[in-house]
């Protein structure tokens, strides 16, 4: 493939000023003479297939089929995505969250390719289920479990914290919602500690194709809560973002505040009613190992316990404060660090988006190169991918 490609050298250009990369800096990182570059960017010459894969996947970060394209496309502000967020707070988000924000971005167009612009589950909880912000979080929650079908004697009986977490991102893509994870850390670090990033997910609404994206650097037990945040507010039909802290919220005013309190309220209530908490913690002493012991018989974090017991008046403000940040510094690495690329990446894009590609591929309707790009990976990957896939299924 050391034959030029003839790509769009308007969206090469365009791609490079989004990131704010100058000419110098991708011909350093390419190791080509900025000359090329330039050519490149006039449509006075081409990369070849290789080349272009380096511009796409490690320096631009972008699916490989845009260079293709006609025109740039329009990307939404991440104001527009996240309107909930306080301007300081939009102001402060880092690079790592916006080319996230754009990937999802992607993978949601990538839906809509591969199931042709039809969400291929028969019952869509963001159809069937609609909320204002004046809905009580209780009522929304019940509703949310009734349409589940999942009882709370259910998720108790659970065996293990993957267990839950594997079934509740399941439940959410039976009814059309779909999930991807992903590290929200920069590049080269790997522990989710108190220098990981602060995000644990967000979303976008779309009314054919809603796409969750949660941090698989948290804790399993965070990234059930943020599933359950993210997924209030596709049932209110808005984007939005789940950080560790939300002292912003106070900052927010009108309809944008009660979105953000409510989508807690409903993520706490919906994994750990009330009404069955409070029996179960009446009379306790309040301590580090009841408040373990909770978390693991709702397959909740220990922060979401103490936010309950500070609900019930258990416990005051600054004990709470003092235990969320006690433990916020002495968390460790979540997630599912394998080591293993094809392992990794099958956690992140999740078995029926990557079934998805495979199914189109196998009919004939795309190449591999197009399966790669789908995939957000080189052409020579895409066997191993497949077999990732292959072996889970035997396993299922």
């Given at each position: 493939?050391?034959?030029?490609?003839p790509?769009?050298s308007?969206?090469?250009?365009?791609?490079?000023?989004?990131?704010?990369l100058?000419?110098?800096?991708?011909?350093?990182?390419?190791?080509?003479?900025?000359?090329?570059?330039?050519?490149?960017?006039?449509?006075?010459?081409?990369?070849?297939?290789?080349?272009?894969?380096?511009?796409?996947?490690?320096?631009?970060?972008?699916?490989l089929?845009?260079?293709?394209?006609?025109?740039?496309?329009?990307?939404?502000?991440?104001?527009?995505?996240?309107?909930?967020?306080?301007e300081?707070?939009?102001?402060?988000?880092?690079?790592?969250?916006?080319?996230?924000?754009?990937?999802?971005?992607?993978?949601?167009?990538?839906?809509?390719?591969?199931?042709?612009?039809v969400?291929?589950?028969?019952?869509?909880i963001?159809?069937?289920?609609?909320?204002?912000?004046?809905?009580?979080a209780a009522?929304m929650a019940?509703?949310?479990?009734?349409?589940?079908?999942?009882?709370?004697?259910?998720?108790?009986?659970?065996?293990?914290?993957d267990?839950?977490?594997k079934?509740?991102?399941?439940?959410?893509?039976?009814?059309?919602?779909?999930?991807?994870?992903?590290s929200f850390?920069p590049p080269?670090?790997?522990?989710?500690?108190?220098?990981?990033?602060?995000?644990?997910?967000?979303?976008?609404?779309?009314?054919?194709?809603?796409?969750?994206?949660?941090?698989?650097?948290?804790?399993?037990?965070?990234?059930?809560?943020?599933l359950?945040?993210?997924?209030?507010?596709?049932?209110?039909?808005?984007?939005?973002?789940?950080?560790?802290v939300?002292?912003?919220?106070?900052?927010?005013?009108?309809?944008?505040?009660?979105?953000?309190?409510l989508?807690?309220?409903?993520?706490?209530?919906?994994?750990v009613?009330?009404?069955?908490?409070?029996?179960r913690?009446?009379?306790?002493?309040v301590?580090?190992?009841t408040?373990?012991?909770?978390?693991?018989?709702?397959?909740?974090?220990?922060?979401?316990?103490?936010?309950?017991?500070?609900?019930?008046?258990?416990?005051g403000?600054?004990?709470?404060?003092?235990?969320?940040?006690?433990?916020?510094?002495?968390?460790?690495?979540?997630?599912?660090?394998?080591?293993n690329?094809?392992?990794?990446?099958?956690?992140?894009?999740?078995?029926?988006?990557?079934?998805?590609?495979?199914?189109?591929?196998?009919?004939g309707?795309?190449?591999?190169?197009?399966?790669?790009?789908?995939?957000?990976?080189?052409?020579?990957?895409?066997?191993?991918?497949?077999?990732?896939?292959?072996?889970?299924?035997?396993?299922?």
């Open positions: 493939m050391s034959e030029p490609i790509v769009n308007e969206i090469l250009r365009w791609a490079r000023l989004s990131l704010h100058t000419v110098d800096e991708v011909a350093l990182r390419m190791k080509r003479d900025i000359t090329e570059i330039e050519a490149w960017e006039r449509g006075e010459a081409f990369p070849t297939y290789v080349q272009l894969e380096t511009l796409a996947y490690d320096i631009y970060k972008r699916p089929a845009l260079f293709f394209f006609p025109t740039p496309p329009e990307e939404e502000s991440i104001d527009r995505s996240f309107r909930t967020l306080p300081y707070e939009l102001e402060r988000i880092p690079p790592r969250m916006r080319f996230l924000l754009r990937k999802a971005r992607v993978l949601q167009l990538n839906l809509a390719e591969l199931h042709e612009g969400n291929p589950s028969r019952q869509q963001i159809h069937d289920l609609h909320f204002e912000s004046t809905v009580a009522d019940e509703r949310v479990r009734s349409y589940f079908d999942v009882t709370l004697e259910q998720q108790q009986n659970w065996k293990t914290i267990d839950a977490l079934y509740w991102r399941e439940t959410l893509e039976d009814k059309g919602v779909f999930v991807f994870k992903d850390n080269g670090r790997k522990r989710a500690d108190i220098g990981g990033s602060p995000f644990s997910g967000f979303c976008l609404y779309d009314s054919e194709f809603p796409v969750i994206y949660v941090n698989n650097n948290k804790p399993k037990t965070r990234q059930i809560f943020t359950f945040h993210e997924l209030a507010h596709l049932l209110m039909h808005t984007g939005g973002v789940d950080t560790r939300d002292d912003y919220i106070e900052y927010l005013t009108g309809d944008s505040k009660r979105i953000e309190v989508c807690n309220q409903f993520s706490a209530e919906f994994l009613p009330m009404r069955d908490f409070a029996v913690s009446a009379g306790i002493s301590d580090d190992i408040i373990s012991n909770l978390a693991n018989f709702y397959y909740v974090s220990r922060e979401t316990i103490l936010r309950r017991l500070l609900d019930q008046g258990q416990v403000q600054q004990y709470y404060e003092q235990k969320a940040q006690q433990w916020l510094e002495e968390r460790e690495q979540g997630g599912e660090g394998s080591g690329h094809y392992l990794t990446k099958g956690a992140y894009l999740g078995e029926r988006y990557i079934e998805a590609v495979f199914s189109r591929y196998h009919k309707r795309i190449s591999v190169e197009q399966a790669a790009d789908y995939l957000g990976e080189k052409t020579k990957n895409v066997p191993g991918m497949e077999d990732w896939l292959f072996k889970r299924g035997a396993t299922a």
